[in-house]
């Protein structure tokens, strides 16, 4: 166990729909990564926040977009859905910029 | 962009050989890192490197970074059968302006026949 949360585990929807996937770091830990893994493009990062500020963005589409609360969960909202976006999702922690350690995903599925 | 290029692809192995796999890239990393992946879980980190040269093991495994900082290999020693998944290099390039971010080589999927 990482230490590291995410609900939830599955998520069924529909194309066009908007789902919220949320993660809940480690204790101490101030960095949430959030990456995408499918399997034609692999593990891919798409958004970094530390400590409540956006720090680094990766290949996140413009549907997407991300927030870290003041008790440093976070969440990763997806809209207008597409087939394509069906993935694991996963959230990592850090303390800062140094080792991450990833949670156990969502796996969306989108009909 | 940045790429890894992790190999080998796949490997399929008969308990108590040794394993060794690889990524290279033509861009330079701050850190690398090892994970493991079993079906449907998230990655769990198995080792974490620091600085060109440097050499960690953590049991049975063993993992470098390269002095070009360009490169890494993970050895596993004596295999068994709870080996089995995928393993994936991680690199973290230089800070400016990219955070924390990794980038991931494609996998190696290691099978152990007992």
């Known amino acids: 166990d990482s230490g590291v949360t995410q609900t939830p585990k599955h998520l069924i929807t529909a194309t066009g729909q908007r789902v919220t996937l949320r993660c809940s770091p480690r204790s101490g830990d101030l960095s949430v990564y959030w990456y995408q893994q499918s399997l034609d493009q692999g593990l891919q990062f798409l958004i970094q926040?530390?400590?409540?500020?956006?720090?680094a963005k990766g290949n996140i589409l413009e549907r997407f977009s991300a927030q870290q609360f003041p008790d440093l969960h976070s969440e990763l909202n997806l809209s207008s859905l597409e087939l394509g976006d069906s993935a694991l999702y996963f959230c990592a922690s850090s303390v800062s910029t140094d080792t991450q350690y990833f949670g156990p995903g969502t796996r969306l599925t989108v009909l | 962009g940045q790429q890894l290029n992790q190999s080998p692809q796949s490997m399929f192995i008969q308990e108590g050989e040794d394993v060794s796999m690889n990524c290279t890239s033509s861009s330079i990393f701050n850190t690398w890192l090892w994970y493991k992946q079993d079906p449907g879980e998230g990655p769990v980190l198995l080792i974490a490197?620091?600085?060109?040269?440097e050499l960690t093991s953590n049991g049975r495994l063993t993992a470098q970074f390269g002095i070009t900082r360009k490169d890494s290999f993970l050895n596993i020693s004596a295999s068994i059968p709870s080996d089995v998944g995928i393993y994936f290099c991680a690199g973290r390039p230089p800070l400016y302006n990219q955070g924390g971010k990794l980038i991931f080589g494609q996998g190696t999927e290691l099978s152990v026949k007992p």
């Open positions: 490197l620091y600085k060109a040269g």
């Open positions: 926040y530390y400590n409540g500020e956006e720090r």
